[in-house]
C-alpha cells in the first residue's frame, strides 16, 4: 500500500465539483417555497402571510442537524492522538462532496417534477440530504485513519446512491416510518461501514498500534462532538416530522432517551472498569445510543417512561458492546471498526427498529384516536385500509432492507476500494495525519506517545 496514487485528491474534486455544477443546471431548480413566484403562489393558495413558508418551521433543525452533521460528527472523529486533522477535515470533505449528490439522488426519487422533468429543491431537502450524508459519516467511522481522502469520496459516491434506493424502498414501497432514520440512517451507516472495513481488513494493522488510541487533549476534543450530537439530537430525530403533535413528541422523546442513556452509560463503565472509574470512550459514545435507538418510534406514542425505558437499555447494551464485543469482532470476524459505529449505531438502530415495529403494532384509536392514527402512520392513498398490527410487520421489514442494504452494499464498495489504485495509507502510517496534511513544524517529528486509551481494546477491565 502507498500513499502515492494516480488518481489524486485535487483532480477528483474538480471533475466532481464540475460534474455537479453540470447536473445542477440540468435537473435542479428551487421549489414553490423558495422560487420568487412564492408571492403568486400565496395568493393562489389563501395564504395569509409569509411566515406560513415551510422555510420558518423547518430552518431552526435545520441549523441544528447542520451542526451535528459538520461539528457533532467532526469533532467525535478527532479522539485519535495524531488523526484529529483527518477526523474533523475528511468528515468536512465527505459532507460537503455528499450533499450535493444526495440532493440529486433523493430528488430523483423524491421531488422530481415529472411536468418538467427538474427536481424541486426547498429547505426539507436540504434536511435530508444531510440525514442521507449522516449514513456515510457513520460508515467513516468504521475505517478511521485507514483509508485515504480519495476512497472515501468513493465510498461516499456509493454510499449515497445505496441510501436514496433503500430509503425510496423503505420509506415509499413497504410504507415503514423512520423519522429519526434508526433503521435508514443508522442501521444502514453502520452495517455499510462494517462490511467494508471486514472487506478491508488489515492483518499488520498492529504496526500503527502505537497511534491507535487517544490522549487527554484528543478525548477532550472528542467530548466536544458528544455534546453537540447530545444537545441537537431532539432535533434530528423531529426535523422531517409533520408540524403539529408528532414534532412535539419526537423532541419529548428522544430528549428523555437520551438522558437515561447518561445514567445508564456511567453505571456500567463503573462497574466493568478496575477501581470503579469511568472509561471516556464509553462516555463519548454510549450517551448518545439512545437517540438512535427512538428515532423511529420518535413519533409515535411512546409515552415518556417507554423512551426512558429504551435510553435505559441502549445505555447497557452499548457500552458492554464497547467492552466485550468490539474486540471479540476484530479477533475472531475480522472486523477492525475504529470508532465502534456497531455499539453506537448498528445494534442501537436495529433495537431502534424493533422498537418501531412493536410500538406501530400496539398502536390503536383508543390511544391515537381515529384522525391521530391516521395522521401519524400515513394511512391515505394506497395504504389507507393499513391498520396497526400489519404496519407493525412493514416496520420489521424495513429494518431487514436496511442491513442487507448495508451489508451487500458495504461488501461491493469494499472490494472496490481494495483495488491498488486509491492511495492508502500503509501499515505502519494508520491513524496518522502525517501521509495527507502538512502538519506544524513542532509536531511532524513528535516522539512516540504513550498509548492512552483505544477504542477497539479494553484492557481494564
Known sequence: MSTCSPLHLPAVCFVWQIAMIILFGIFIRYDEESDAHWIEHRKHKNISSDIENDFYFRYPSFQDVHVMIFVGFGFLMTFLKRYSFGGVGFNFLIAAFGLQWALLMQGWFHSLD????????GIENLINADFCVAGCLIAYGAILGKVSPVQLMVLTLFG???????EFIILNLIHARDAGGSMVIHTFGAYYGLSISAMLYRPNLDQSSALHGSVYHSDVFAMIGTLYLWMFWPSFNSAITDHGDAQHRAAINTY??????????MAISSLFQKHGKLDMVHIQNSTLAG?????????????PYGSLIVGFCCGIISTLGYIYLTPFMEKYLKIQDTCGIHNLHGMPGVIGGIVGAITAAAASEAVYGQEGLINTFDFVGDFKDMVPSKQGGHQAAGICVAVCFGIGGGVIVGGILRLPIWGDPADDSCFDDEPYWELPEDEESIPPIVQYNNHMRNKDV
Open 291 to 303: 437517540g438512535v435507538a427512538v428515532g423511529t418510534a420518535a413519533e409515535f406514542m411512546l409515552m
Open 256 to 265: 428523555l432517551a437520551l438522558a437515561a442513556t447518561v445514567l445508564t452509560t
Open 160 to 166: 449515497i446512491t445505496l441510501f436514496a434506493v433503500e
Open 114 to 121: 415529472y411536468t418538467d422533468g427538474k427536481i424541486k429543491i
